[in-house]
């Protein structure tokens, strides 16, 4: 019995000296709770190479926004129209969300920024890695300038200067268009002048020319000052000749294009659609053909594919669906009775221009015309630099055209018509590009003239002037939603943005 | 300290002459029973019996009997055998009602007198009245405070269960599943090895499980041997399933989205030859996957089929009719072959049971099935007085092949509701593939090209395009207990529970979408050690003490490999990651963790109405910041039997009140506390990287949640009526959740710790049987359950959590939200505009207005019922018993994206029919057609009078004002129903049986009452939401029991 004792005691001390002795670093679980799956930190080129990647971003889901190759400004400027289904070429789509804009590029440019800023991580070598500090951040903040531009000519007013500081920050305000477009100015000329030497390996778009950065960055401000046309032409004038003078694209090898690539991640989104998808969703516009055949335009049969008929058949604009069942795109084997979108623009890797050239010429055009440039209107030398903008367009195609061509009613330049010409060559110039400068000069300038869809589903029936704010803003940031419908107006499609004017 | 009153009791316990052990069971299902009194007859020396139902008791010299009484059975006195080894079967006492054994927490069995919170127990039986494969669906209805949101049997799927409502904001998970003490999912519990399960609801009954517990725990034991000696079961079912419920369709107009129809001109130059027939017939157009085409009318066209050279009718016309039965004709009748059978050996030192279930299912959609072998085995040996050893090994393998899926985008049920042609025949579409190896479809592009528009042929989707899933699962664990007294013993556990998945799925060369194959390898891994040392002890007969101190370390470890092909296959039909054209992509991840935790209980009783009982539990887990890793909670709770201080009376036979107040921790999944980056894929050879749009928080703190609980439990007229009632509320703070953020701040969440969460509710059982005699019982039982959550503080400056949002890009959408200090669960959506009468505004055009931007949205209510509940009732008439389960859900709101596209591509019943003037509503407006919109004008207050035409309607112009498609989710089904017959004991004994039982058992027969047509609340894929829904399925069977 005793011996029995003896060894239950045995027994618990020996547990308890196990349980003990684990107490003592019960607390202490190692690096267990440290991912393996995922970098701590981040290799800011890799970094870099996402953010410009997003410019391509083709994701068809709610929460992630286009922004070079929307398909609603494709259709709002009607370059395309739907084939069978036809509710966004109708305007019934009303609402977009730029929420993966801020969540995923800006936020990444942020991080670069933040990480060749702060002193105690610029020199780590994870950060050295992607370049000169300054030129990192130059890039980072040009590529931001051109995001939170694309962002603030859709919405309008849009959070600014509260945005991106995650949750110091919680609910960002809305800072007003004009106060964005103030601090975009700055923020482009400062960032230009911070260039260092050296290249930045997660640079794709660019290779890391500094040159083309600087460019990029000029021409956007071309574009920008344009725009105050009509809200404040002073300041335009002022902004448009500082770019000018900081060096804009200068031709065609300097256009700024996103190319994409001969494989299923960084596909076309035509193409997706066409052959990956298979839906052939939309079709070249009639008021596009019609608009080239009338001119006889050579740039018709790159634009678009030929019917079964043979010939260049554009699809009618926003029809009901009732209507659009007696067209049929049909296939890339099999033609229909539309025609489709040409090969050099649904090609898996057909690339999609930003800014051209031939926009910088239209530009110039505009702004001798409306006397910004030498002081006074010039006829002479907005005819000399629209005839530029053509040319080089057709340059950019490999097309040519009879000097009958540019003598024909309609293409000739005349001081009259002047701006209608202008903004409508650069419309056809523009065609499957960044269809969003095409909206914001036709909501700016009232060109090229379009037809809205003689079946709107919106409520003033019109082409939209904004898109409206995502859900999100009106639930989770409902303040300061509420002070900037107040300020900027009801947030439905037909309220102007600030230079809209 | 403690060891010297160990050593006190261990030398007063050596003071004895005799020891005499043995077991207490029960003897109506051989159950051992725990807590019986074991008294040596004249004299004050007594014990109790522990919770396998054993005791060990000191017999004085000269003693020659034991007294053994329990609550609920006949009390027996019986003499001490020279053996020294009584085993002692009870009788239950039918003049009370048995006392119900709950098994608690950590499997401590207890009466449910001395249970201060609500636990609710089913027996296995209850489980298996109708052989429902999935133990989630077979809890409907019968447990108060319990929602479970089935599934349709189309594909073979688990509901889920929330026990008193969504305790969490982001929007709840299933509770704990411990089968044997080992955490499973439901899906690995075999219903007919199920012994007892017993519902847990409130942290102070689910404390003791630390975390995982927070949702509530279902504690379910597994069957033992019942019967000494040699024991064999068999049970067989064979059940049919059909379609039950599908939406209601028109038939009076095809497919197109134009009444005017199109006329096929032959032309020699690119037609063949054998359509030179359909020159100048007329064709809709099949690109449009909608039915707004033209009106049947039995004329001649040209069928889709008429295009494809390999149909026999080739170049034919067909009469232009309606298909009512197309979509439930695809649907075939799936027969699930259930088979289990078992055997048992019971003697004096051990205990073994194995059971063997093999359950062959094919499913109401072509080609799909769904296989389970399922193994388990548990085994007690007793080498000596004091020493026990218990093993378990359950092994599961379900393979499920070409389970439909559900949602929008579904090829087969996502087309039949949402995107279809009335006038499709379904034979027809049998051929889905031609001799040459393309594919047929009905959805073609046009006349002179048969290439797929949108959809595939269903037919393609179910033989080619195949996915299959296969899970194997073992779990068990392995226990040593040892007796050092009478009263106190030691126990260690090793669990382990080990699951591996492999699954694959396909799109098929040549069909609409790219060639892809996925394969995704899932293995997760959880090893449980627990050291414990109970103790249990009855002083004086009046004074009963319980206490257990348990260690535990939980190591976790899961392995996640998911590849799928990109772009296409380098050789087509080769279903391999390897044959990716472009570089497919990988991902793997691996997540590791460990809770080490210590935790106690006491529980203390006094004459056998007033209990106490305290617990406490510390865990350290390894996936909180390493300064608030450690977490203190725990609970108490009382319960006491007012009745027994009454005088006996034949109105009240039983009352108990009981309260408690629990608290529970709670951690996080690992890898929340630091900050890391994602890959994101790759441009060219330019890899990318992303800043997650999550922030993760390195100064997180586990979360507390505190519960209240009150309750009281009446029986009366000797426990022919039984009610229970009880409250609880709840207080949770710093739940850890994934907040929603405005995406401007450069994240979509951040994971916090939220402010306050509060929940309360009640729940209610009423039971009886209203019939007792010798030939008839009849018992019956109904819950309620009512919840009610919100939200007191969230975080600074955000006022509403975002738990979802829905809608197509670009529309207006829907959204669900938890807002500070407002009703749970809100759906804020588009709604048609409505005058201060209530009246709809219409515009000049006969259209309504609706809100045009998310400053105009609405609530349309929230989504959580105002109460859920359930009736059982059996009846048993000499050797028949028939039972029934219903279960009822009250309010909430669920929107149903199935039902907007029915509509919205003239699908619907309501998209036919004829307006007030006496037209068909399709017939143009202009010729009396249309529909007419009540309400007023907003431009002059009169009421509208402006036909309009439904496609523009239904399809153009309010698909996406989703307060049209929002229904309330209240429903009434009758969940179960079956009639069994037992045959007569003689009989069953000719074949040497101790019993044999036919049952007809019935699944989902009839849902009574549902306010969104065609569709099951019940069974809707989304708490909140619906879309693309599969059918509502019903079974009928035959069920077999057979035990020697």
């Known amino acids: ?501 | 300290m403690n060891l010297c009153l160990l050593l006190l009791c261990i030398s007063h316990a050596f003071a004895q002459d005799r020891t005499v052990g043995g077991t207490v069971t029960g003897q109506d299902d051989g159950q051992p029973l725990p807590g019986v009194s074991v008294k040596v007859r004249g004299s004050n020396t007594g014990t109790q019996t522990g919770p396998d139902g054993k005791f060990v008791i000191k017999v004085p010299a000269g003693a020659t009997s034991l007294e053994i009484s329990y609550i609920g059975f006949v009390p027996q006195t019986v003499a001490i055998p020279s053996s020294n080894v009584i085993n002692i079967s009870l009788a239950g006492d039918t003049k009370v009602l048995s006392e119900v054994v709950i098994t608690t927490a950590q499997n401590i069995p207890r009466s449910e007198r001395s249970l201060g919170y609500a636990a609710q127990a089913l027996k296995g039986g209850d489980l298996t009245l109708t052989k429902q494969p999935d133990l989630n669906t077979a809890l409907a209805g019968k447990i108060a405070g319990i929602q479970v949101s089935g599934t349709s049997g189309a594909n073979f799927g688990t509901g889920g269960v929330r026990i008193r409502g969504t305790n969490s904001i982001g929007g709840g998970a299933d509770p704990l599943y411990v089968v044997d003490g080992v955490p499973v999912p439901s899906t690995s519990v075999n219903t007919d090895d199920v012994q007892d399960l017993t519902v847990l609801k409130g942290p102070a009954a689910t404390s003791l499980y630390g975390q995982r517990g927070e949702n509530g725990v279902i504690v379910i034991t597994s069957k033992k041997g019942t019967k000494k000696g040699f024991g064999l079961e068999f049970n067989h079912s064979t059940t049919l399933e059909n379609v039950a419920a599908l939406p209601r369709y028109q038939n009076e107009y095809g497919g197109g989205s134009s009444q005017n129809w199109n006329k096929f001109t032959y032309n020699p130059a690119v037609d063949a030859q054998g359509l030179a027939g359909l020159n100048g017939q007329r064709y809709y157009n099949y690109a449009v996957d909608e039915s707004w085409g033209p009106k049947f009318d039995g004329q001649p066209y040209i069928p889709w089929y008429a295009f494809n050279k390999f149909d026999a009718d080739y170049g034919k016309t067909k009469p232009y009719v309606a298909q009512p039965d197309n979509v439930r004709d695809f649907y075939e009748t799936g027969v699930e072959v259930n088979s289990n059978f078992a055997f048992s050996s019971v003697g004096d030192k051990h205990n073994f049971r194995a059971s063997y279930t093999n359950i062959n299912r094919t499913g109401v959609s072509p080609n799909s099935r769904a296989d389970q072998n399922r193994i388990s085995v548990i085994g007690t040996v007793k080498p000596t007085a004091k020493l026990t050893f218990t093993s378990s090994i359950n092994f599961n393998s379900i393979s499920t092949r070409n389970a439909p899926t559900e949602e929008y985008g579904n090829q087969t049920i996502g087309s039949f509701s949402q995107w279809f042609h009335r006038d499709l025949e379904l034979d027809k579409l049998k051929n889905y593939k031609n001799p040459d190896g393309t594919f047929t479809t009905w959805n073609i592009v046009g006349p002179r090209n048969q290439s797929a528009q949108y959809w595939d042929n269903p037919y393609t989707v179910a033989y080619e395009n195949t996915s299959s899933n296969n899970s194997n699962r073992t779990f068990g664990f392995l226990q040593g207990s040892y007796s050092i007294l009478p009263e106190l013993s030691v126990d260690v556990i090793a669990r382990g529970n080990y699951s591996s998945n492999l699954i694959q799925s396909r799109t098929a060369s040549g069909t609409l979408n790219l060639e892809r194959y996925a394969n995704r390898q899932v293995r997760n891994r959880e090893n449980n050690y627990v050291i414990d040392i109970m103790y249990n002890k009855l002083f004086a007969e009046k004074y009963s003490l319980k206490a257990g101190a348990y260690g535990e370390i939980r190591v976790n470890h899961n392995d996640d490999l998911n590849g799928n092909t990109n772009g296409g296959f380098t050789v087509p039909n080769t279903y391999t990651l390897g044959a990716s054209k472009d570089r497919p992509t990988i991902t793997s991840t691996i997540y590791d963790k460990q809770v080490r935790s210590v935790y106690g209980f006491v529980s203390g009783g006094y004459k056998n109405f007033l209990f106490l009982d305290l617990n406490l539990r510390n865990d350290w887990s390894s996936s909180l910041p390493a300064n608030a890793n450690s977490y203190l909670y725990g609970g108490a709770s009382t319960s006491f039997v007012f009745t027994e201080l009454m005088p006996k009376n034949s109105i009240l036979s039983f009352g108990k009140v009981f309260t408690s107040f629990g608290r529970v921790g709670s951690d996080i999944d690992p890898y929340n506390i630091n900050s890391i980056y994602n890959s994101a894929g790759i441009y060219g050879t330019f890899p990318a990287l992303t800043v997650p749009n999550t922030i993760y928080n390195q100064e997180l703190k586990p979360a507390l949640s505190d519960s209240y609980e009150a309750g009281i439990d009446l029986r009366f007229i000797k426990d022919r009526i039984r009610l229970s009632f009880n409250y609880y509320n709840r207080k949770t703070t710093n739940q850890i959740i994934n907040l929603t953020l405005p995406s401007t701040t450069g994240f979509s969440t951040a994971v916090i710790n939220a402010g306050e969460i509060d929940n309360h509710g009640y729940e209610v059982t009423l039971a009886g049987t209203p019939i007792r005699s010798k030939s008839v019982v009849w018992d019956i039982n109904a819950n309620l359950g009512i919840n009610r959550n919100k939200i007191v503080e969230l975080y600074p400056g955000i006022s509403n959590f975002q738990l979802a949002t829905f809608g197509y890009v670009g529309t207006p959408s829907i959204s669900v939200n938890r807002e500070v200090n407002k009703p749970f669960g809100t759906l804020l959506a588009p709604v048609i505009k409505k005058d201060a009468n209530g009246n709809k505004l219409i515009d000049d055009d006969g259209f309504p207005l609706y809100s045009s931007s998310p400053s105009e949205y609405e609530s349309l209510g929230s989504y959580i019922p105002k109460y859920t509940g359930g009736v059982t009732t059996t009846v048993s008439y000499k050797n028949f018993t028939a039972g029934i389960s219903v279960d009822f859900q009250r309010g909430g709101k669920l929107f149903s994206v199935t039902q907007g596209n029915l509509y919205g591509s003239g699908l619907a019943e309501g998209t036919v029919g004829n307006n007030d003037k006496g037209n068909p509503i399709r017939t143009p407006v202009s010729a009396g057609g249309g529909i007419l919109i009540p309400g007023v004008r907003e431009s002059d207050g009169q009421p509208n009078t402006t036909y309009i035409d439904p496609q523009d309607y239904y399809e153009g112009y309010i698909p996406y004002v989703w307060s049209e498609y929002t229904y309330s989710a209240s429903y009434v089904k009758l969940r179960e129903a079956s009639l069994g017959y037992t045959l007569p004991g003689n009989i069953a004994r000719k074949i040497s049986a101790q019993s044999v039982s036919f049952t007809l058992v019935a699944r989902n027969p009839w849902l009574i009452y549902s306010a969104v047509h065609g569709l099951d609340p019940s069974q809707s894929n989304f708490s909140w939401m619906e879309g693309g829904q599969l059918p509502g399925t019903r079974s009928l069977g035959l069920n077999l029991r057979v035990t020697f």
């Open chain 1, 1 to 501: 019995m005793k011996k029995q004792l003896v060894k239950y005691l045995y027994i618990l001390l020996a547990t308890g000296t196990v349980v003990a002795s684990s107490c003592s670093k019960v607390d202490d679980f190692g690096n267990l709770n440290t991912s393996p799956n995922s970098p701590a930190v981040p290799q800011t080129s890799l970094l870099l190479t996402n953010a410009e990647r997003y410019l391509g971003n083709t994701s068809t889901t709610a929460s992630a926004a286009s922004v070079i190759n929307a398909n609603a400004q494709r259709l709002f400027v009607q370059y395309m129209s739907e084939t069978l289904y036809t509710s966004e070429s109708r305007y019934a789509t009303t609402t977009y969300d730029y929420s993966g804009i801020y969540n995923n590029p800006l936020e990444d440019l942020q991080t670069i920024i933040k990480l060749n800023t702060d002193a105690a991580t610029k020199n780590a070598s994870y950060v050295t890695v992607g370049g000169p500090n300054e030129s990192q951040i130059a890039a980072a903040r040009i590529l931001k300038a051109f995001y939170f531009l694309n962002i603030t000519d859709r919405w309008g007013d849009i959070p600014y200067s509260e945005a991106l500081q995650g949750l110091a920050k919680v609910t960002p305000k809305f800072d007003t268009q004009e106060s964005v477009y103030t601090s975009l100015f700055a923020e482009l000329k400062a960032a230009a002048a911070q260039f260092g030497t050296g290249n930045l390996p997660g640079d794709f778009l660019f290779k890391g020319s500094v040159t083309t950065w600087k460019k990029f960055a000029a021409t956007m401000r071309l574009n920008m000052a344009l725009r105050l046309s009509k809200v404040n032409p002073t300041l335009g004038r002022t902004e448009f000749n500082a770019a000018l003078a900081d060096g804009v694209l200068t031709s065609n090898a300097d256009n700024i294009v996103y190319s994409f690539l001969g494989e299923a991640a960084n596909a076309n989104n035509i193409y997706s659609n066409y052959e990956v998808d298979k839906r052939y969703d939309y079709a070249v516009s009639k008021t596009v053909v019609d608009q080239l055949n009338a001119i006889a335009d050579p740039r018709l049969p790159v634009y678009a594919d030929k019917t079964s008929a043979g010939t260049y058949v554009g699809m009618p604009y926003g029809l009901t669906q009732s209507q659009s069942s007696a067209f049929s795109i049909g296939t890339v084997g099999v033609p229909g009775n539309v025609s489709r979108i040409g090969q050099q623009f649904r090609s898996q890797s057909s690339p999609v221009t930003i800014y051209t050239y031939a926009m910088v010429q239209f530009d110039k055009a505009e702004a001798y015309k409306l006397g910004w440039i030498t002081g006074a209107p010039d006829d002479t030398q907005a005819a000399a630099s629209y005839l530029a903008g053509i040319n080089a367009s057709f340059a950019q195609y490999g097309v040519t055209a009879p000097a009958t061509y540019f003598t024909q009613a309609g293409v000739a330049y005349n001081s009259a018509t002047a701006i209608q010409q202008i903004i409508t060559q650069k419309w056809i110039a523009n065609y499957m590009g960044y269809a969003d400068e095409t909206w914001d000069d036709y909501r700016r300038t009232g060109y090229p003239v379009l037809t809205p869809s003689p079946a709107a589903l919106s409520i003033d029936k019109l082409i939209p002037r904004r898109q409206n704010y995502s859900v999100t803003e009106s639930q989770l940031n409902g303040d300061n939603y509420k002070a900037v419908i107040a300020r900027q107006g009801p947030d439905v499609t037909s309220t102007r943005i600030w230079w809209d004017k």
